[in-house]
């Protein structure tokens, strides 16, 4: 577990009524959606029936040329996948999209989340005789909608049956022969939205900032628990149970990107909330605010209007430096660390500065960046966080890491975490106030690794893949 809080993944589809160069338009809605996982991507598209699919390890800009998005140039319908690991090992058989040949057709699925009851459900399909090629729990989604498949008189009936004998956060869209399919957890952890091309087909995308980028109009959420079923018939709408929603806060804090709305709440705005809301908590004297970036850029700024202290860029970040938590390695990530940010000297130095950042993991990374503040002249270093402390692992999508390594929960206080650091001080967001930043939505938020408190159940107790060391992939 590196010293940040890893992303989960990016769903991203595309539905025209004629074939035509679909694999584009999901490439492009892959980069916009880039900064929810970079250690691999993919494209599946369907012509006529039959499925074709490129992908790969690495960023999206890796996997794919003009040779590979060539020979997947004729389609009228299209998904793919930007993914960073959550569960299962890193390897070329987790990527997605996955693709599954059965009795009655072909089947190609892509997932964000995390299933809660995945090890059940694969023990129960391995006793039956099932092969698993790959470690994700998305082949267990798979492998559901193909069994009840065989039974259910349309593809949309098989993933209803599915989504009643699987439990977690997916925000997931499958493809069939002739059907362009999106469902979403009846709590709806993970974001996911429909949108429409100017030439009346359908965009599904994790995030509104990916269907902008193709052109296309935002048309709205879709619903915890929903169906959205696209078609030569056109579109509908199959709604099953509903929980009360609660998505992910990092969504707001971390996760989407600042130019997206999810649940009707920019997120842009949420951020500048973020920032203004720890200002009036907890305000220090100061000369400066900054933020790391770039993630802490944007809280910064909130709390530098909030509080009238000037904001300014403290740091440089070179540009061609991956996020540091995409290096597989601890040692590699913290050599990364090392040449991602350089200090602009004359906006710290013999000053007081208040430094933004989005969360604390570990506190490696946090300790790095106060040390190069001071040492290019910074007098003082007061660490605000924009989150609350991380306290309990997550088991929706988002790598937090155990217990034992959350530096919330190794010492007994804030002031004893600041001394580690080497922060004059150190203060976070409430839980109270990180649950105003959807600001302009009816859902509320999942608040687990704050809290302790999930919003389903979860068994402690489900296995591991025995053939696995960690969990570490989705």
Same mark, same amino acid.
């Given at each position: 577990?590196?010293?940040?809080? %890893?992303?989960?993944?990016?769903?991203?589809?595309? =539905?025209?009524?004629?074939?035509?160069?679909?694999?584009?338009?999901?490439?492009?809605?892959? =980069?916009?959606?880039? %900064? !929810?996982?970079?250690?691999?991507?993919?494209?599946?598209?369907?012509?006529?029936?039959?499925?074709?699919?490129?992908?790969?390890?690495?960023?999206?800009?890796?996997?794919?040329?003009?040779?590979?998005?060539?020979?997947?140039? %004729?389609?009228?319908?299209?998904? #793919?996948?930007?993914?960073?690991?959550?569960?299962?090992?890193?390897?070329?058989?987790?990527?997605?999209?996955?693709? @599954?040949?059965?009795?009655?057709?072909?089947?190609?699925?892509?997932?964000? #989340?995390?299933?809660?009851?995945?090890?059940?459900?694969?023990?129960?399909?391995?006793?039956?005789?099932?092969?698993?090629?790959?470690?994700?729990?998305?082949?267990?989604?798979?492998?559901?909608?193909?069994?009840?498949?065989?039974?259910?008189?349309?593809?949309?009936?098989?993933?209803?049956?599915?989504?009643?004998?699987?439990?977690?956060?997916?925000?997931?869209?499958?493809?069939?022969?002739?059907?362009?399919?999106?469902?979403?957890?009846?709590? #709806?952890? !993970?974001?996911?939205?429909?949108?429409?091309?100017?030439?009346?087909?359908? @965009?599904?995308?994790?995030?509104?900032?990916?269907?902008?980028?193709?052109?296309?109009?935002?048309?709205?959420?879709?619903?915890?628990?929903?169906?959205?079923?696209?078609?030569?018939?056109?579109?509908?709408?199959?709604?099953?149970?509903?929980?009360?929603?609660?998505?992910?806060?990092?969504?707001?804090?971390?996760?989407? !990107?600042?130019?997206?709305?999810?649940?009707?709440?920019?997120?842009?705005?949420?951020?500048?909330?973020?920032?203004?809301?720890?200002?009036?908590?907890?305000?220090?004297?100061?000369?400066?605010?900054?933020?790391?970036?770039?993630?802490?850029?944007?809280?910064?700024?909130?709390?530098?209007?909030?509080?009238?202290?000037?904001?300014?860029?403290?740091?440089?970040?070179?540009?061609?430096?991956?996020?540091?938590?995409?290096?597989?390695?601890?040692?590699?990530?913290?050599?990364?660390?090392?040449?991602?940010?350089?200090?602009?000297?004359?906006?710290?130095?013999?000053?007081?500065?208040?430094? @933004?950042?989005?969360?604390? @993991? !570990?506190?490696?990374?946090?300790?790095?960046?106060?040390?190069?503040?001071?040492?290019?002249?910074?007098?003082?270093?007061?660490?605000?966080?924009?989150?609350?402390?991380?306290?309990?692992?997550?088991?929706?999508?988002?790598?937090?890491?155990?217990?034992?390594?959350?530096?919330?929960?190794?010492?007994?206080?804030?002031?004893?975490?600041?001394?580690?650091?080497?922060?004059?001080?150190?203060?976070?967001?409430?839980?109270?106030?990180?649950?105003?930043?959807?600001?302009?939505?009816?859902?509320?938020?999942?608040?687990?690794?704050?809290?302790?408190? =999930?919003?389903?159940?979860?068994?402690?107790?489900?296995?591991?893949?025995?053939?696995?060391?960690?969990?570490?992939?989705?």
């Amino acid at each position: 577990m590196f010293d940040s809080i %890893h992303e989960e993944c990016g769903v991203f589809g595309v =539905y025209e009524n004629e074939s035509t160069n679909l694999a584009q338009e999901v490439y492009l809605g892959l =980069y916009a959606l880039q %900064h !929810r996982g970079q250690e691999a991507c993919g494209i599946a598209i369907c012509d006529d029936g039959v499925i074709d699919c490129h992908k790969g390890v690495g960023l999206v800009s890796d996997v794919f040329d003009k040779e590979a998005l060539k020979k997947l140039n %004729h389609s009228n319908m299209a998904i #793919g996948h930007v993914r960073y690991s959550t569960t299962g090992s890193n390897n070329i058989n987790n990527v997605q999209p996955l693709v @599954v040949k059965h009795l009655k057709g072909n089947l190609a699925l892509v997932h964000n #989340g995390n299933l809660t009851n995945a090890s059940s459900i694969r023990e129960k399909f391995e006793l039956e005789g099932a092969i698993f090629h790959g470690s994700s729990d998305t082949e267990d989604i798979a492998y559901s909608i193909v069994k009840e498949r065989l039974t259910s008189k349309s593809i949309e009936e098989a993933i209803e049956r599915t989504m009643s004998l699987i439990d977690g956060a997916y925000s997931c869209i499958a493809m069939s022969p002739s059907k362009l399919i999106a469902f979403r957890d009846p709590t #709806g952890f !993970r974001p996911l939205c429909l949108g429409q091309t100017s030439t009346g087909g359908y @965009v599904i995308s994790s995030e509104s900032c990916a269907i902008d980028t193709i052109g296309a109009k935002f048309i709205r959420e879709i619903k915890p628990g929903e169906i959205v079923v696209i078609s030569k018939d056109g579109i509908k709408s199959i709604e099953t149970k509903q929980n009360e929603h609660k998505i992910c806060i990092f969504e707001y804090i971390y996760f989407a !990107r600042e130019d997206s709305i999810v649940e009707n709440s920019s997120i842009y705005h949420s951020r500048l909330l973020a920032g203004a809301l720890l200002s009036k908590e907890k305000p220090v004297e100061a000369d400066v605010v900054i933020g790391v970036p770039d993630s802490g850029i944007t809280a910064a700024l909130g709390y530098s209007r909030e509080s009238g202290i000037p904001f300014d860029y403290g740091f440089v970040k070179n540009k061609y430096i991956g996020r540091s938590f995409i290096k597989p390695e601890q040692k590699d990530r913290e050599s990364t660390v090392q040449i991602k940010l350089n200090v602009i000297k004359e906006s710290v130095n013999g000053k007081r500065v208040i430094l @933004v950042d989005d969360s604390i @993991v !570990r506190g490696t990374t946090s300790a790095r960046i106060v040390k190069l503040l001071k040492d290019n002249g910074a007098k003082e270093v007061h660490l605000r966080v924009s989150a609350p402390p991380f306290k309990y692992p997550c088991f929706f999508g988002t790598d937090i890491d155990s217990k034992e390594n959350l530096i919330a929960c190794k010492y007994d206080s804030i002031d004893e975490i600041a001394k580690v650091i080497g922060a004059d001080s150190l203060a976070y967001l409430s839980v109270e106030n990180a649950h105003k930043l959807p600001y302009n939505s009816k859902c509320k938020c999942c608040d687990g690794c704050f809290s302790g408190v =999930y919003p389903v159940e979860i068994d402690y107790n489900q296995k591991k893949n025995k053939f696995e060391n960690k969990k570490n992939d989705k």
